[in-house]
C-alpha cells in the first residue's frame, strides 16, 4: 500500500489559517486521499477527500498537487475545536479499501 | 442525522470475564467496520462484516475476539476471557458501499474498555 508522510505535530493560532501538508510520493493513479481527524477520546471524524481535483467543503479545502504526490488539508480559520489528530489517508478504489491505515498523523494545537 | 452508535461508551471488565460491545450503522449503511486502538498507538483494522456475513476478519486477533452482525439488531464485537492487553478504544465504523471509488467510512465515537 502506499505510503504517507505527515509531520509529526504543528500549531496554529485561533482564526489564522492552517496548512496541514501530506507526502505520499508513491501514490498510485486510482487512490483517493482522504483525511481524518480525531478529537480526544472520540472517534476519528472525516474531514474530506479528492481524487485529482482540489476540494471544497464546510470542513475544510484539499489541495492537490498536479502530480498528485502531495496534498495539503487547508482549515480556513482555525478554532480550539479544530485541535485534533489529523489523518491523511489513501483509498485504492476496489478491493479491500476498508482496511484505512492510519499513521501517527499530525497533532494541531490550537492557540487561543 | 443518527452517526454510528456505540454502547457502552466505556466498560470495565476484571480479567477472564467477558466483553460485548454493540454497534448500530448509520441509516442506509450495511457494511460494518470494527478498528481497535491500543494505549498510544494508530487504529488498526480488525473486521469488515454485513448482515449475516464476516467478510474480512484478517485482523482479528485468533482467539478468544469475535463479531457478528445479525439480520436484525446491532453489531456485536464479543472478546471472551479478556485479558489486560484487551484494554483498548474500540471503534465501529460504517459505509454504504465496500469498496469502490472514494468510499467514505464513517466511525462511531468508540468503546473504551479496561480491564482490570
Known amino acids: 500500500d502506499a505510503k504517507t508522510t505527515q509531520p509529526n505535530s504543528m500549531e496554529s493560532n485561533e482564526e489564522e489559517p492552517v496548512h496541514l501538508p501530506c507526502n505520499h510520493s508513491?501514490?498510485?493513479?486510482?487512490?483517493?486521499i482522504h483525511w481524518y481527524r480525531q478529537l480526544p477520546s472520540q472517534g476519528p471524524e472525516y474531514v474530506i477527500h479528492?481524487?485529482?481535483s482540489n476540494v471544497n467543503n464546510r470542513m475544510a479545502s484539499l489541495a492537490i498537487a498536479e502530480d498528485r504526490k502531495s496534498s495539503t488539508l487547508i482549515l480556513h480559520r482555525a478554532t480550539l475545536r479544530d485541535a485534533a489528530v489529523y489523518y491523511c489517508?489513501?483509498?485504492?478504489?476496489?478491493?479491500?479499501?476498508?482496511?484505512?491505515?492510519f499513521g501517527k498523523g499530525t497533532l494541531l494545537t490550537v492557540n487561543p | 442525522n443518527a452517526g454510528v452508535m456505540q454502547n457502552p461508551r466505556h466498560l470495565v471488565r476484571r480479567r477472564g470475564q467477558e466483553a460485548r460491545l454493540r454497534c448500530s450503522p448509520m441509516?442506509?449503511?450495511?457494511?460494518v467496520y470494527w478498528y481497535r486502538q491500543l494505549p498510544e498507538e494508530g487504529l488498526k483494522f480488525m473486521v469488515y462484516?454485513?448482515?449475516?456475513?464476516?467478510?474480512?476478519e484478517s485482523g482479528m486477533p485468533k482467539e478468544r475476539f469475535s463479531a457478528e452482525f445479525p439480520k436484525e439488531g446491532p453489531s456485536i464485537l464479543r472478546i471472551q476471557q479478556v485479558v489486560r492487553g484487551d484494554s483498548a478504544a474500540y471503534f465501529c465504523?460504517?459505509?454504504?458501499?465496500?469498496?469502490?471509488?472514494?468510499?467514505?467510512?464513517?466511525f462511531g465515537e468508540g468503546s473504551w474498555l479496561t480491564v482490570v
Open positions: 465504523a460504517s459505509s454504504r458501499q465496500g469498496s469502490g471509488s472514494g468510499n467514505t467510512i464513517y
Open positions: 508513491t501514490i498510485s493513479g486510482t487512490d483517493y
Open positions: 479528492g481524487l485529482t
Open positions: 489517508i489513501l483509498i485504492h478504489s476496489g478491493g479491500s479499501n476498508y482496511k484505512l491505515t
Open positions: 441509516k442506509g449503511h450495511s457494511h
Open positions: 462484516l454485513q448482515k449475516e456475513n464476516i467478510i474480512d
